[in-house]
């Protein structure tokens, strides 16, 4: 044998052999990636069955648990040097990773976290850690601590809390200094971090966390910098994979284009109620509602919706409603208004669709024939039956309540600078408070029935106006301004959501035949006669139109959402799914010029995202944001990560656009490959910045956090199911080492099954298994 064939033989021998060795390291690679990824999952289950502290325990902070990511970094560390991989931000993104992990490692080795419990001019010198399982251990400050303040600080007139405030003197031998902790603002002293944790129901202690991680916050945040780096150089490295989707030649050719254009009553006698326009004066009256001053309109509105589903009820409007139950009480107890859901309760009490409060009160059945089961209820037993139980209650005693005057809390009083807002049935404590405004207070609303009674409606609207003027001049700093009440009443006036997700909706399926429709037309495309190029054009223009002008009323909608509240419209569900709903929208402005489809894809999920917004919670009340979440970095981390879910929701359209195609077309039919591979390209569009934007949002979110809570990452259940998402997202652009995502087909199966990660993230976490998260 020659020297130079066995050279060759050998060189081919140790390829060969290259090859099969960075092949079983793929496997144990793919094997340990979706290990990690089903573990963290099924632990969020176990969280929700068996509580935190259980999965803290024997999961999460278990030694096997952290054994498995050290192995998955080593492994993964492995296959990538043996890939060989030159491209420095590829690099740089994936050793940020690494150092992350590096961070966490000496988090869990090194920082030393607990609290302290402080009284007012008590001194400590010890802070106490919870080892888990009840078992907390007293350890030592390298200082001492005293408490010379704390104080809760309450939005004016409301007992919503906008902030906690501890001031405390830390002591350090002969050195003293006085510091001070918030939401979201920490003191820092040598290596220790002091965050505002919880206080005591007297107000003169709090309790202060305690947190001191030298070496796992500068490593971790190094990480979260070059992986912030290398995220946004991913979209704009000219070697790089997305720039090469934006140079296909598919797109110059405009073919994406192409697929765009070718691809694509009951009968009751009338209830005694207030004239409409009496009412609505009675509705412009301000209330402390949940937790804030609003108009009594929002209150009414809310209180209609709760009871019968909608905010009309037969013609009356809600004003009207509210004004008949604390006026003719008995009458309107008579009404059919409470909406009975189906299910057990439904039945077995053999109940109309609707019915009338006095229908739950029957002396032969022994007066309240749902108290019994109530008793069940509050006593532990939570089966359908009883939780339609409870909820009929709790519908009920809001009519007991409104009709005993307890929720009217409409007379305000002002008294060193303190505002504190009063019913006209309340016992009135305030000694400073004197005998005319408790006199007018008391009797104020039977004035207005009396004179209701006798049809006197312009007395009742001077006595309403007077009430106004009483609110102004005795309600301190804490009403409204005008702009706000002109927002609520605007916002009050027209149903956003429901008009919105039935315009988009609709909007996005007659696009979506009408593309299906032309694309199964026998008709060859360069066939088609100038008629039906003009009726395209029609259409495409109509379509724009429409999406501008629901993104204008979205708009509308947010903004005065903002107004009201004073803060950025994101501290709920609801918010953040409107948010979702006109950022697709905005995205589908961005490129539908370039690719008509996008239109149908807009519709279709901010549609979807608008109609479970409406289904979901029916609007909930506007209320002031809990102190821990006023913060800019919150809303930096929300918007952010709305913003991915919104691109990744339109590969998924993109995926069932592709998988609709293959199902009628067939597998083989002429041009298919075609128009899945476009498909795919417009994907990868908005595949690589929702993954970028996914990427900054859960780390954004995790400085977030750090600052809060001295914590970066507490394993929570929507943070474990954020990192789920971005993993299984991640592997989408791994395609030399998945090659079933080179084909078409098997990358739009992939997107479509993938979303079901964001389903779970948004509402499997909210809805089912909870959380600090669980608001959003």
């Not at 070718?262 to 949940?290: H, R, W």
């Not at 039977?446 to 007395?459: C, D, M, P, V």
């Not at 087909?745 to 669980?774: E, K, R």
């Amino acid at each position: 044998m020659s020297s130079s064939l066995r050279e060759e033989r050998t060189s081919f021998n140790f390829n060969c052999g290259f090859y099969i060795m960075l092949v079983n390291v793929k496997k144990v690679l793919f094997l340990l990636y979706s290990l990690v990824v089903v573990l963290m999952g099924v632990a969020t289950f176990v969280e929700h069955s068996k509580g935190t502290e259980y999965v803290s325990v024997n999961i999460y902070g278990s030694w096997w648990f952290c054994l498995l990511w050290a192995l998955l970094a080593v492994v993964a560390i492995c296959y990538f040097l043996k890939s060989k991989v030159k491209n420095i931000g590829v690099v740089l993104l994936h050793l940020s990773f690494i150092v992350i992990l590096a961070g966490a490692f000496l988090t869990y080795v090194f920082a030393d976290k607990g609290f302290v419990h402080l009284r007012l001019d008590k001194t400590t010198d010890e802070y106490l850690v919870d080892k888990g399982g009840g078992n907390i251990v007293t350890m030592s400050l390298p200082f001492t601590l005293r408490l010379d303040k704390f104080d809760v600080e309450y939005h004016s007139g409301t007992d919503a809390a906008q902030d906690y405030v501890s001031v405390f003197t830390i002591i350090d031998g002969d050195k003293q200094e006085q510091g001070k902790v918030s939401m979201n603002n920490i003191y820092t002293y040598k290596n220790m971090r002091l965050y505002q944790r919880s206080y005591d129901s007297d107000g003169k202690g709090s309790y202060i966390s305690v947190n001191s991680d030298p070496y796992g916050i500068p490593v971790t945040y190094t990480g979260y910098a070059l992986l912030f780096l290398s995220l946004i150089w991913m979209l704009f490295d000219p070697k790089g994979a997305y720039r090469r989707v934006l140079r296909s030649p598919i797109l110059k050719k405009g073919i994406l284009v192409l697929v765009a254009l070718i691809a694509f009553s009951q009968g009751v006698n009338a209830a005694t109620v207030l004239p409409k326009e009496t009412a609505e004066k009675f509705g412009q009256l301000n209330i402390l509602y949940n937790d804030r001053i609003c108009p009594l309109q929002t209150f009414a509105i809310d209180f209609t919706k709760k009871l019968y589903g909608s905010a009309i009820y037969k013609d009356y409007t809600p004003e009207q409603v509210i004004t008949g139950f604390i006026f003719w009480g008995d009458e309107w107890s008579a009404e059919p208004i409470i909406k009975m859901k189906s299910g057990a309760l439904r039945e077995t009490l053999q109940l109309p669709k609707y019915v009338s409060v006095n229908t739950f009160f029957n002396r032969d059945m022994g007066g309240y024939i749902i108290g019994p089961y109530i008793r069940e209820y509050y006593n532990g037993n939570q089966d359908e039956f009883h939780k339609q139980a409870g909820d009929v209650d709790s519908r009920i005693q809001l009519v007991m309540d409104l009709r005993h005057g307890s929720l009217l809390k409409v007379f305000p009083f002002t008294e060193k600078g303190k505002t504190t807002w009063y019913s006209p049935t309340e016992k009135i404590t305030d000694k400073s408070i004197d005998e005319d405004h408790r006199k007018y207070m008391q009797n104020v609303f039977s004035l207005i029935y009396q004179e209701a009674l006798a049809g006197n409606n312009g007395h009742i609207d001077q006595i309403l106006d007077k009430m106004l003027k009483y609110q102004k001049v005795n309600a301190g700093n804490s009403l409204p301004t005008d702009n706000q009440i002109k927002a609520e009443r605007l916002y009050n006036s027209i149903p956003f959501a429901t008009i919105l997700f039935m315009v988009n909706l609709t909007m996005g399926f007659l696009t979506l035949f009408f593309s299906l429709y032309r694309l199964t037309r026998k008709t060859h495309v360069q066939s088609v006669d100038s008629r039906e190029n003009k009726t395209v054009k029609i259409v495409n223009a109509f379509t724009v139109v429409v999406l501008f002008l629901s993104f204008i009323a979205l708009t509308v909608c947010l903004a005065l959402r903002w107004i009201i509240s004073g803060t950025v419209p994101m501290s709920n569900g609801y918010e953040t799914m409107l948010l979702m709903a006109w950022l697709i929208m905005l995205l589908s402005f961005i490129v539908c010029r370039r690719f008509r489809i996008i239109l149908t894809f807009g519709f279709l999920m901010s549609g979807f995202f608008l109609l479970v917004s409406h289904i979901n919670q029916m609007d909930p009340q506007i209320s002031h944001i809990m102190p821990v979440l006023n913060s800019p970095l919150l809303s930096i981390h929300v918007s952010i990560i709305m913003m991915s879910f919104a691109l990744l929701s339109l590969t998924f359209i993109c995926g069932l656009m592709a998988i609709a195609l293959r199902l009628i077309r067939g597998k083989y039919a002429v041009g298919l490959y075609e128009q899945t591979e476009s498909l795919r390209l417009l994907s990868d569009i908005f595949l690589y910045p929702a993954l970028t934007a996914l990427g900054l949002g859960i780390f954004i979110g995790a400085i977030w956090a750090n600052v809060s809570w001295g914590t970066y990452w507490s394993w929570d259940a929507k943070e474990v199911w954020g990192l789920i998402t971005f993993m299984i997202y991640a592997l989408s652009v791994h395609r030399r080492t998945l090659p079933f995502l080179c084909k078409p087909m098997g990358y739009h199966l992939f997107m479509v099954i993938a979303f079901l990660s964001i389903i779970m993230t948004y509402f499997g976490v909210n809805y089912f298994l909870g959380g600090m998260h669980s608001y959003a």
